[in-house]
């Protein structure tokens, strides 16, 4: 009995957290966040159909489109700030990311990408 009781339990606890499970939709924080991240990581600007096809399951909206560009400028600042010639010295790939912003950044970023094939 206490068996067939346990078993009842867990089962009836598994279809519980099963039915739990929410589809959460994306705020103007989380594009955001999703700008900013992107450009932390040296990835360019995505345009508002490439996230759409993206992010296909959430909704996109001109407001979260400015909230995703207003972090992905954000994110900008923060991956530009860096030493692009350590950046090149750890071999991580650039994608031209900081050319407006810095125009000696792609040459120094070069510079430490050719110092370790020397």
């Keep these: 009995?206490?068996?067939l009781t346990t078993?009842?339990?867990?089962?009836?606890?598994?279809?519980?957290?099963?039915?739990?499970?929410?589809?959460?939709?994306?705020?103007?924080?989380?594009?955001?966040?999703?700008?900013?991240n992107r450009?932390?990581?040296g990835l360019v600007i995505q345009s508002e159909k490439q996230l759409t096809q993206n992010?296909?399951?959430?909704?996109?909206?001109?407001?979260?489109?400015?909230?995703?560009?207003?972090?992905h400028e954000s994110g900008v600042k923060i991956y530009c700030d860096q030493n692009p010639y350590v950046l090149g010295l750890s071999e991580e790939p650039y994608f031209g990311l900081c050319n407006e912003e810095n125009s000696d950044f792609l040459g120094e970023y070069k510079k430490g990408l050719n110092h370790k094939k020397e």
Excluded: P, R
């Design 1 to 3: 009995m206490k068996k």
């Design 39 to 41: 450009a932390q990581n």
């Design 55 to 71: 992010y296909s399951d959430d909704e996109m909206t001109s407001q979260f489109y400015n909230a995703y560009l207003q972090g």
């Design 7 to 36: 078993g009842l339990l867990v089962t009836t606890l598994m279809g519980c957290a099963s039915s739990v499970t929410q589809h959460t939709t994306k705020n103007v924080d989380d594009w955001f966040n999703i700008g900013e």
